[in-house]
């Protein structure tokens, strides 16, 4: 009797070890049958670096980009676009194909909460324009080239929270 309990033991101990090694490499939290506290279950929960209820950035740049009417309006004006896309806050792109003297329309949105800053500019001339995020309408001026490149750049006190898209195209 005496052996069989000796066997008997050591079987449990052994599921015991298992199970509770199990227990504590799994990533379920453990639960306890004690009643926990309001004030130390808020206190324990992680907090997240972003909700789910914000979107993107690559989501407000596609919706920038909607309220330009990119997609429709890229395929239709091939002959006449000389730059367009979305611009990283703070960025800028640089366009070295333009010739001085060029008459040009830019077209700029963003999406999202606050306000961006589109400076374009051209050897000596330069425009600023700053836009409303959170109104979707497109905002567009007149451009005329001082020099052979292009820049076009978009700042923001909120970075994180915006969207930008650009257009440019030659007037004819």
Known sequence: MY???RHTVSALTAVTLITGTASACSDAPATSKAPQSQ???????????????????????KEARDVLNMT????????????S??????GENLDKTLKNGTALRVEVACAGEGTVTFTVASGTARTAKRVDCTQSIT??????????????????????????????????
């Not at 808020?42 to 740049?61: F, G, K, W, Y």
């Not at 896309?85 to 703070?90: D, K």
């Open 39 to 61: 004030k130390t279950a808020s206190s324990t929960a992680v907090p997240t670096a972003q909700s789910p209820s914000q979107p993107t950035r690559m989501q407000l740049n």
């Open 72 to 83: 429709d309006r890229l395929e239709s004006d091939e002959q006449g676009l000389v730059s």
């Open 139 to 172: 905002n567009g001026f007149d451009f005329t080239t001082a020099g052979p490149d292009l820049t076009i750049q978009a700042d923001s006190p909120e970075e994180d929270r915006v969207g930008t898209a650009y257009m440019v195209s030659r007037i004819s």
């Open 85 to 90: 896309g979305s611009l990283a806050v703070p």
């Open 3 to 5: 052996r069989f309990t």
